[in-house]
């Protein structure tokens, strides 16, 4: 695996946040995980902001491509095209000194199959100090944010351990 990336804030204004990335993995599965993972050549480009309007209020989003070769059994076949496009928006508010909402929609575009899926993740955070935030929430939908993640089992329940400096 490969990776670069970027993050950007700028010094005159804490306003903005925004993280790039690009990524290459190559996955060929051990012997053992053969019939459970597919080999993979992945190129996986990702892009999000968020802007803080006022003391209440942040809005942000995520743009991410993963595009790649795919083989179902280790070492055998060809590899096949495929690409997942996803799209996030988000929106957190200060509910009080210590806690905030969070709201967010996905969007993930499967651009070979008919497999688009879309929902909703709510959570709630509580500032812990200056640093650090502690969160739970529940994912209506079956995917992550991370779009390496091939995994459609992320539907539930969630906690989420935030530091920041």
Same mark, same amino acid.
Request: aromatic letters at 14%; proline letters at 1%.
């Given at each position: 695996?490969?990776?670069?990336?970027?993050?950007?804030?700028?010094?005159?204004?804490?306003?903005?946040?925004?993280?790039?990335?690009?990524?290459?993995?190559?996955?060929?599965?051990?012997?053992?995980?053969?019939?459970?993972?597919?080999d993979?050549?992945?190129?996986?480009?990702?892009?999000?902001?968020?802007?803080?309007?006022?003391?209440?209020?942040?809005?942000?989003?995520?743009?991410?491509?993963?595009?790649?070769?795919?083989?179902?059994?280790r070492?055998q076949?060809? %590899?096949? /095209?495929?690409?997942?496009?996803? #799209?996030? $928006?988000?929106?957190?508010? *200060? @509910?009080?000194?210590?806690?905030?909402?969070?709201?967010?929609?996905?969007?993930?575009?499967?651009? %070979?199959? /008919?497999?688009?899926?879309?929902? #909703?993740? $709510?959570?709630?955070?509580? *500032? @812990?100090?200056?640093?650090?935030?502690?969160?739970?929430?529940?994912?209506?939908?079956?995917?992550?944010?991370?779009?390496?993640d091939?995994?459609?089992?992320?539907?539930?329940?969630?906690?989420? @351990?935030?530091?920041?400096?």
């Open positions: 695996e490969l990776g670069i990336g970027h993050a950007l804030r700028p010094a005159g204004s804490d306003r903005w946040n925004v993280l790039t990335r690009y990524g290459y993995f190559l996955d060929l599965v051990s012997e053992g995980q053969g019939a459970s993972r597919p993979q050549r992945v190129h996986v480009l990702s892009a999000g902001a968020l802007y803080r309007l006022n003391t209440k209020w942040e809005l942000g989003g995520k743009l991410a491509i993963k595009e790649g070769e795919l083989r179902i059994v070492d076949g060809s %590899f096949e /095209d495929f690409g997942v496009q996803l #799209a996030v $928006l988000r929106a957190r508010y *200060h @509910l009080t000194h210590k806690w905030d909402g969070l709201a967010e929609y996905r969007f993930l575009r499967d651009r %070979f199959g /008919d497999n688009d899926r879309d929902g #909703a993740l $709510l959570g709630v955070y509580r *500032h @812990l100090g200056g640093n650090l935030k502690l969160g739970v929430g529940y994912n209506f939908t079956d995917f992550s944010d991370d779009i390496k091939a995994e459609f089992d992320n539907q539930g329940w969630f906690i989420d @351990l935030i530091g920041k400096f």
